[in-house]
C-alpha cells in the first residue's frame, strides 16, 4: 500500500467519479484506476461498486475510508500536540566543562542530540577548573557539571551520574633520560618533582598521587603550578612529570611529550547537579532525562 494509492482511493471517495477525481489530482483517469485496482488487489477487497454510472463504496471500502480518515486525524492531533510541547520548552542549561579536558569521547553527542530535538533550550558549554566545579554548582553559577567522582567534596548535596571510566596518565618529557630497555614504571620517576596543576590542585588528588607512588616504595615530590599551561611547560623542559587522566593530557600527547598508561588506576567521570534545581518541567529536568536517563533506558529522573 502506497501513499499514492491512498489518495487516490480516498479522491475516489469523496467524488464518486474517477474521472473527477483524476483531475483533482492532476493525473490521467486511467492511472486513477490502476492505482485502486492495485490497492483492491494487495488488500483482496472490493473497494468500490462499478456497476453504475457513479461509483459507490463497497462495505470495506467504507470501512477502509473511515479508517483513513480517523488516523490522518490523530496523526495530525499528535503532530501538533508535540510542536506544542517542544515549543513549550525554553530556557538555558550552562554545562561546567573542566578547562583543557578532551570531552569529545562522550560530550558532543549528549549535547548535539538534546539541541536537535529542543532548539529553543540554549546548552552552553562553560570551562572551568576541575577544582571550582563543585563550587559553581553550589553557588548557582552553573547547572551541571562534568567532573571527576573523587573532585566531589560535598556530595551529599549534589546529585551525580556515571558517565566514562578514564585511566590514569604521567607524562613526561621526549628527553627524560631512561637508563635501562625495560617496561617505564613509576619508580624511573622517583626522584622527579611531580607537578599538578590548579585544576587537580584538591586533596584527593594529591592523596592518590601519593598513593600509587608508594607502591613503587617512594613518596614524590609534589609542586602545585597556578595552572595547567605551566605544569606542561615545566614537564616540556624535562623539570617534573605529571599525573593526570587520559581526558585531562589527551590534547598534549605530541611528539614533545612521551606518557605511561596507568592501566590499573581508573577513576570516574560524572555529570553533577543540585536536585533542587532539576525540578519538574525545569530546563535542567528536561536535558538530564533525554540525555542521561531516556537515551540510555536508565530510567526517569524521580519527580
Known amino acids: 500500500m502506497t501513499e499514492s494509492q491512498i489518495s487516490c482511493f480516498e479522491a475516489a471517495a469523496k467524488f464518486r467519479n474517477f474521472s473527477k477525481a483524476a483531475k483533482y489530482l492532476m493525473i490521467s483517469q486511467p492511472a486513477i484506476s490502476h492505482q485502486i485496482s492495485k490497492l483492491e488487489q494487495e488488500l483482496d477487497l472490493l473497494l468500490f461498486d462499478r456497476t453504475g454510472r457513479v461509483i459507490r463504496l463497497t462495505e470495506a471500502g467504507s470501512m477502509l475510508l473511515d479508517f483513513f480518515t480517523r488516523t490522518k486525524g490523530e496523526f495530525s492531533d499528535l503532530l501538533k500536540e508535540a510542536h506544542a510541547r517542544q515549543d513549550a520548552f525554553s530556557g538555558e542549561v550552562l554545562l561546567g566543562c573542566p578547562e583543557g ?144 587522566n587520559e581526558l585531562m593530557i589527551a590534547n598534549h600527547l605530541d611528539h614533545l611529550y612521551s606518557y605511561l598508561t596507568l592501566d590499573d588506576i581508573r577513576r570516574s567521570v560524572v555529570l553533577a547537579w543540585k536536585p533542587e534545581d532539576a525540578a519538574s518541567e525545569s530546563p535542567l529536568h528536561l536535558f538530564l532525562n533525554e540525555t542521561l536517563y531516556g537515551r540510555n533506558i536508565l530510567g526517569k529522573l524521580s519527580e
Open 101 to 244: 579536558w578532551d570531552i569529545s569521547p562522550f560530550l558532543p553527542s549528549m549535547v548535539n542530540f538534546f539541541r536537535s530535538e529542543y532548539p529553543k533550550v540554549h546548552v552552553e558549554l562553560v570551562g572551568l577548573p576541575l577544582g571550582e566545579i563543585e563550587d559553581a554548582l553550589l553557588e548557582g553559577r552553573i547547572h551541571a557539571g562534568v567532573t571527576m567522582e573523587y573532585a566531589l567534596e560535598k556530595q551529599t548535596q549534589l546529585s551525580t551520574h556515571p558517565l566514562i571510566s578514564v585511566r590514569s596518565v604521567l607524562l613526561y618529557s621526549g628527553q627524560f633520560p631512561i637508563d635501562h630497555e625495560g617496561a617505564v614504571t613509576l619508580a624511573d620517576f622517583k626522584d622527579s618533582v611531580f607537578y599538578l596543576a590548579a585544576a587537580n590542585n584538591i586533596p584527593p588528588f594529591r592523596e592518590i598521587v601519593v598513593q600509587a607512588c608508594a607502591e613503587y616504595h617512594f613518596t614524590p615530590k609534589i609542586v602545585n603550578c597556578p595552572s595547567l599551561s605551566t605544569a606542561l611547560f615545566n614537564v616540556q623542559n624535562n623539570q617534573g612529570v605529571l599525573l593526570g
